[in-house]
């Protein structure tokens, strides 16, 4: 019984620090913003990024 309740604290603990967390950011979105300008053939093969 005392080694139910010893690992029960911890556990307790660890799943309310768990839930208080905050959120982690969203991931930028895939497509350019509106004033964003298009890349040209070239740089796009540089950078590995298309649009």
Known sequence: MLL????SLPTALALTVAACASAPPPPPPDYPAPGARRL???TQLETGRRY
Do not use: S, T
């Open 4 to 7: 139910l309740l010893r690992l």
């Open 40 to 42: 040209d053939a070239k």
